[in-house]
């Protein structure tokens, strides 16, 4: 069985006119005004209970917030997202809320639509940026000194959380910019105009952090240099590495990982001067998936098809990103595995695929790999690890006395934006207890 016809090879940049780019690129959920948060918040129930709160992996008081934005108190609303969640702006934007807090939503119950909440958050953490209306001061100088390894969700989050108690917080960052994934990898219709970037000004207005730019864990020093200079470290270095189908010809013209290509969507200045091919075909399930399937077919590409080894059920992206894609144009299949790479002088021109006991191709000018990410970095072999990532307790604790670690660089919880949050500001909160119990000699 074939499906799709092999056709030219067809890679090059400018598919589209200026207009369409930005179509096709615009807000995926526009905001709210502020007529349509009043009406949105107005549909909250304030349940006792709070079963969004207990869905936030950062405990978000949601029902708290929704109240402060119906009483037309934007800003108490905004504070206590951000005394949570610091990158409640970025999650916001990002979070699979329909897994999450609006799951939880009842809502969903009487008229199958949850209170849209991350809207609704959205909504007042920006109005709060937008005039840069800070809600936390830095405590008086404690002279302790904390090094954090990785400007990402997890960093930051950490960052801001020891910055606030007066320590001085040192971040080492391996790139030429902060953010992580949420200024490299994040869909680039979730998070427009350089939202990644005013956050982290936002969030490092605080005073107390400086940001020492290329300069990576296991190259430039190591966690046992970083102790002798420091008080305490935090690991939140993210997964470095992307996984391999192990096929032949994998690394021919074509095949890219998923996140290389849309790192070059999030940091290219004209979306026009990105080349896309024709037929395009991405393998995998996760968000990565979604996102690199969707922008590509936004990009241009005639046909893009994202394919699955296992059912819709067992598949890491959500029903509702399944539809997103689907909607914008990329078919999706499932149960087939890939088995074979088909190049002609080098480049990428079929996959072949096993269904069933079965084989299909599709003809292929780019083929995405998006079949998860590995921890790569280079890492103390005292740092013990579960499950190729780093092991932490439930305060973010690693094996080595003064190294805690968050973030997707942990066995622990969902490769999330507010996951990484979540385990930033818990570490701080642990890493403040020990330098406060090291002041007293304890
Ligand atoms: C394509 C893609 C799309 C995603 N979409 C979503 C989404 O829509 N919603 C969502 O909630 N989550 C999404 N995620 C997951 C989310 O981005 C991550 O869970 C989150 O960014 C993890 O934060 P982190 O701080 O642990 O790591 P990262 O964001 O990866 O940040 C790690 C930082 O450490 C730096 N670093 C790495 N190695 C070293 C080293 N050796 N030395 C010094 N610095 C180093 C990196 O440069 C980076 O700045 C997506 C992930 C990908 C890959
Ligand atoms: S941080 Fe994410 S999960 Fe938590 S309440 Fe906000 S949108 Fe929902």
């Known amino acids: 069985m074939s499906e799709g016809q092999v056709v030219a090879v067809d890679i090059k940049t400018a598919r589209l006119n200026p207009q369409e ?33 207990e869905a936030c992996p950062t405990g ?9 934005i119906k009483s037309g108190n934007n800003a108490g609303a905004a504070r206590l997202i951000l005394q949570e969640n610091i990158i409640g702006g970025s999650c916001a934007r990002v979070c699979p809320t329909e897994t999450l807090c609006e799951q939880a939503c009842v809502r969903n119950e009487q008229d199958h639509r949850p209170v849209s909440i991350g809207l609704l958050q959205r909504h007042a953490v ?75 000004e936002y969030i490092t207005a605080i005073g107390g952090i400086d940001t020492r730019y290329g300069q990576r864990l296991g190259e430039d020093f190591d966690t046992s240099s970083l102790l002798q200079e420091f008080d305490a470290v935090f690991l939140g270095m993210g997964l470095g590495g992307v996984n391999r189908l192990n096929l032949d010809n994998e690394d021919a ?26 037929q395009v075909v991405v393998i995998g399930g996760g968000m990565t998936a979604i996102d690199i399937a969707t922008q590509v077919k936004m990009l241009g590409a005639d046909e893009v098809t994202l394919v699955y080894r296992r059912g819709p059920d ?39 695929f096993e269904r069933k006991g079965e084989t299909f191709t599709l003809a292929a000018d780019m083929l995405f790999k998006a079949i998860g990410q590995s921890f790569s970095a280079k890492i103390d072999s005292a740092l ?59």
């Not at 615009?26 to 009406?39: F, G, I, N, R």
């Not at 008086?140 to 969700?153: E, S």
């Not at 290509?261 to 004209?270: C, E, N």
């Open 314 to 352: 067992a598949m890491a992206a959500s029903e509702e990103e399944r539809e997103f894609t689907q909607i914008k144009g990329v078919k999706i299949l499932y149960n087939a595995k890939p088995v074979n790479i088909v190049t002609v002088d080098g480049q990428v021109r079929e996959v072949e």
């Open 21 to 53: 780019y930005q179509q096709n690129f615009s807000e995926m959920h526009p905001p709210l005004s502020d007529a349509a948060a009043l009406v949105e918040a107005d549909r909250c129930y304030f349940c006792y209970d709070a079963p969004c709160t």
């Open 126 to 200: 920006d109005a709060a940026m937008t005039v840069g209306q800070q809600f936390f001061s830095r405590a008086p100088d404690t002279g302790k000194r904390v090094a954090i390894v990785g400007a990402g969700p997890a960093g930051l989050s950490c960052a801001h959380g020891l910055a606030c108690q007066g320590h001085q917080v040192s971040i080492f960052e391996a790139r030429e910019k902060s953010g992580g994934l949420n200024e490299y990898g994040l869909a680039a219709y979730k998070m427009l105009d350089n939202f990644a970037h005013r956050e982290i």
């Open 253 to 278: 013209d074509g095949v890219m990982n998923a996140v290389d290509y849309i790192s070059q969507i999030r940091q290219v200045g004209q979306l026009s001067e990105l080349a896309v091919g024709r």
């Open 60 to 68: 978000i008081d949601v029902a708290g917030f929704i109240s402060m």
């Open 384 to 442: 013990e690890l579960e499950k190729g990532r780093i092991r932490v307790d439930a305060q973010r604790k690693t094996s080595v006395a003064g190294v805690w670690a968050g973030g997707d660089c942990v066995y622990d919880g969902e490769d999330l934006t507010v996951a990484a949050a979540q385990d930033g500001k818990l570490a701080a909160r642990s890493i403040n207890e020990y330098l406060l119990k090291s002041t007293k000699g304890e």
